[in-house]
Protein backbone atom coordinates (compact mmCIF):
# COMPACT_ATOMS: atom_id res chain seq x y z
CA UNK A 1 0.00 0.00 0.00
CA UNK A 2 1.01 3.41 -0.42
CA UNK A 3 -0.11 5.81 2.56
CA UNK A 4 -0.79 9.79 2.06
CA UNK A 5 -0.58 11.88 5.37
CA UNK A 6 -1.87 14.94 5.43
CA UNK A 7 -1.13 17.37 7.81
CA UNK A 8 -3.22 20.69 8.52
CA UNK A 9 -2.99 24.89 8.83
CA UNK A 10 -0.16 25.58 10.93
CA UNK A 11 1.47 21.91 10.95
CA UNK A 12 4.22 19.83 9.45
CA UNK A 13 5.06 16.50 8.55
CA UNK A 14 7.29 16.40 11.83
CA UNK A 15 4.73 16.56 14.50
CA UNK A 16 1.70 15.00 16.36
CA UNK A 17 1.67 11.35 15.52
CA UNK A 18 2.66 11.88 11.71
CA UNK A 19 6.08 10.60 12.43
CA UNK A 20 5.22 7.85 14.33
CA UNK A 21 2.42 6.49 12.13
CA UNK A 22 4.68 6.71 9.66
CA UNK A 23 7.74 5.03 10.69
CA UNK A 24 4.78 2.13 11.89
CA UNK A 25 3.77 1.72 8.53
CA UNK A 26 6.87 1.62 7.01
CA UNK A 27 8.05 -1.78 9.17
CA UNK A 28 5.22 -2.91 8.28
CA UNK A 29 5.94 -2.62 4.52
CA UNK A 30 3.99 -0.31 3.01
CA UNK A 31 5.51 3.17 1.51
CA UNK A 32 4.53 6.11 2.69
CA UNK A 33 4.22 10.00 1.97
CA UNK A 34 3.86 12.76 4.50
CA UNK A 35 4.11 16.04 2.12
CA UNK A 36 5.11 19.65 3.42
CA UNK A 37 2.56 22.14 2.63
CA UNK A 38 2.89 26.03 2.69
CA UNK A 39 0.94 27.24 5.89
CA UNK A 40 -0.08 29.51 6.93
CA UNK A 41 1.37 31.70 4.36
CA UNK A 42 0.58 30.58 1.34
CA UNK A 43 -1.93 28.34 2.57
CA UNK A 44 -4.30 28.03 -0.72
CA UNK A 45 -5.77 25.50 -2.01
CA UNK A 46 -4.10 25.91 -5.20
CA UNK A 47 -0.81 25.89 -3.71
CA UNK A 48 -1.51 22.60 -1.84
CA UNK A 49 -2.95 21.04 -4.83
CA UNK A 50 0.51 21.97 -7.06
CA UNK A 51 2.27 20.38 -4.42
CA UNK A 52 0.61 16.92 -4.23
CA UNK A 53 1.06 17.05 -7.82
CA UNK A 54 4.24 15.63 -6.93
CA UNK A 55 2.71 12.59 -5.90
CA UNK A 56 -0.04 11.89 -8.65
CA UNK A 57 2.13 8.96 -9.77
CA UNK A 58 1.49 7.44 -6.35
CA UNK A 59 -2.34 7.89 -6.09
CA UNK A 60 -4.43 4.95 -7.43
CA UNK A 61 -6.27 1.41 -6.20
CA UNK A 62 -3.51 0.72 -3.54
CA UNK A 63 -3.06 4.68 -1.51
CA UNK A 64 -4.89 4.74 1.94
CA UNK A 65 -5.22 9.12 2.17
CA UNK A 66 -4.72 10.19 6.04
CA UNK A 67 -5.62 13.46 6.91
CA UNK A 68 -5.77 15.85 10.24
CA UNK A 69 -7.96 18.93 10.65
CA UNK A 70 -7.85 21.03 7.13
CA UNK A 71 -6.07 17.56 5.94
CA UNK A 72 -9.49 16.13 5.05
CA UNK A 73 -11.30 19.12 3.70
CA UNK A 74 -8.38 18.88 1.26
CA UNK A 75 -8.57 15.47 0.22
CA UNK A 76 -12.15 15.26 -0.21
CA UNK A 77 -10.49 17.84 -2.86
CA UNK A 78 -8.67 15.26 -4.33
CA UNK A 79 -11.23 12.53 -3.74
CA UNK A 80 -13.63 15.32 -6.17
CA UNK A 81 -11.15 14.89 -9.00
CA UNK A 82 -9.88 11.54 -9.34
CA UNK A 83 -10.48 9.31 -12.23
CA UNK A 84 -10.58 6.14 -10.29
CA UNK A 85 -11.01 5.08 -6.67
CA UNK A 86 -8.47 5.02 -4.00
CA UNK A 87 -8.24 2.05 -0.92
CA UNK A 88 -9.52 4.31 2.10
CA UNK A 89 -9.39 7.74 3.76
CA UNK A 90 -9.20 8.76 7.14
CA UNK A 91 -10.29 11.34 8.79
CA UNK A 92 -8.75 12.46 12.01
CA UNK A 93 -10.36 16.10 13.31
CA UNK A 94 -12.05 17.02 10.05
CA UNK A 95 -14.50 19.56 9.05
CA UNK A 96 -15.63 20.80 5.55
CA UNK A 97 -16.87 24.27 6.58
CA UNK A 98 -15.55 27.92 8.75
CA UNK A 99 -15.06 26.96 12.41
CA UNK A 100 -15.99 30.01 13.78
CA UNK A 101 -12.49 31.24 14.12
CA UNK A 102 -11.75 34.09 12.40
CA UNK A 103 -7.84 33.02 12.43
CA UNK A 104 -8.67 29.91 10.77
CA UNK A 105 -11.31 30.50 8.64
CA UNK A 106 -9.69 33.13 7.02
CA UNK A 107 -6.64 30.99 6.31
CA UNK A 108 -8.85 27.75 5.38
CA UNK A 109 -11.63 29.35 3.15
CA UNK A 110 -10.25 27.94 0.28
CA UNK A 111 -10.37 24.81 1.21
CA UNK A 112 -13.87 25.37 2.67
CA UNK A 113 -15.87 27.98 0.96
CA UNK A 114 -16.67 25.68 -1.73
CA UNK A 115 -19.44 23.30 -3.54
CA UNK A 116 -18.09 19.53 -2.88
CA UNK A 117 -19.22 17.16 -5.38
CA UNK A 118 -20.19 14.37 -2.49
CA UNK A 119 -21.48 11.64 -4.88
CA UNK A 120 -18.04 11.52 -7.01
CA UNK A 121 -15.82 12.18 -3.86
CA UNK A 122 -17.86 8.95 -2.03
CA UNK A 123 -17.25 6.85 -5.06
CA UNK A 124 -13.31 7.98 -5.04
CA UNK A 125 -12.83 5.89 -1.75
CA UNK A 126 -13.82 2.36 -0.88
CA UNK A 127 -13.77 2.94 2.90
CA UNK A 128 -14.00 5.90 4.71
CA UNK A 129 -12.91 6.53 8.94
CA UNK A 130 -14.21 9.89 10.87
CA UNK A 131 -12.26 10.23 13.90
CA UNK A 132 -13.54 13.37 16.52
CA UNK A 133 -13.31 14.20 19.95
CA UNK A 134 -15.74 16.11 22.38
CA UNK A 135 -13.10 17.78 23.46
CA UNK A 136 -11.33 19.10 20.78
CA UNK A 137 -10.97 23.11 21.15
CA UNK A 138 -10.14 23.91 17.42
CA UNK A 139 -12.99 21.98 15.85
CA UNK A 140 -16.41 21.32 17.29
CA UNK A 141 -17.97 17.48 17.43
CA UNK A 142 -20.43 18.20 15.11
CA UNK A 143 -18.25 19.84 12.16
CA UNK A 144 -16.67 16.57 11.90
CA UNK A 145 -19.98 14.73 12.31
CA UNK A 146 -21.55 16.57 9.03
CA UNK A 147 -18.21 15.40 7.61
CA UNK A 148 -19.07 11.97 8.40
CA UNK A 149 -22.39 12.74 7.41
CA UNK A 150 -21.52 13.30 3.60
CA UNK A 151 -19.71 10.60 3.69
CA UNK A 152 -22.02 8.28 4.78
CA UNK A 153 -19.77 6.72 7.01
CA UNK A 154 -20.45 6.86 10.99
CA UNK A 155 -18.38 8.96 13.40
CA UNK A 156 -15.57 7.14 15.29
CA UNK A 157 -15.95 8.95 18.83
CA UNK A 158 -12.43 9.31 20.47
CA UNK A 159 -12.44 10.22 24.31
CA UNK A 160 -10.49 12.66 25.65
CA UNK A 161 -7.97 13.33 22.52
CA UNK A 162 -8.39 16.81 22.09
CA UNK A 163 -7.22 17.87 18.64
CA UNK A 164 -5.30 14.69 18.33
CA UNK A 165 -1.99 16.72 18.39
CA UNK A 166 0.60 16.58 20.70
CA UNK A 167 -0.47 19.61 22.74
CA UNK A 168 -3.42 16.69 23.41
CA UNK A 169 -0.99 13.44 24.32
CA UNK A 170 -1.26 12.34 20.54
CA UNK A 171 2.48 11.75 19.73
CA UNK A 172 1.29 8.21 18.75
CA UNK A 173 -2.55 7.05 17.80
CA UNK A 174 -2.56 3.34 17.86
CA UNK A 175 -6.69 2.85 17.21
CA UNK A 176 -5.60 4.90 13.73
CA UNK A 177 -2.72 2.29 13.11
CA UNK A 178 -5.19 -0.63 13.56
CA UNK A 179 -7.49 0.82 11.71
CA UNK A 180 -5.24 1.29 9.12
CA UNK A 181 -4.09 -2.27 9.03
CA UNK A 182 -6.91 -3.88 9.22
CA UNK A 183 -7.77 -1.83 5.91
CA UNK A 184 -4.45 -3.21 4.17
CA UNK A 185 -5.34 -6.88 4.88
Known amino acids: MKIIIIHGAYGNPEENWFPWLKKELEKRGHKVFVPEFPTPEGQYLGNWLEILHEYLQHIGPDTIFVGHSLGPAFIVTVLER ?61 KTKELATKLGTKLIRVKKAGHFNAAAGYTKFERLLDDIMNVTK
Do not use: H
Request: charge should be positive; proline fraction near 5%; charged fraction near 35%.
Open 82 to 142: LKRPVKAAFFVAGFIDVLDNKEFDKINKTFVKKQFNWDKIRANSKEFFVYASENDPYVPVR
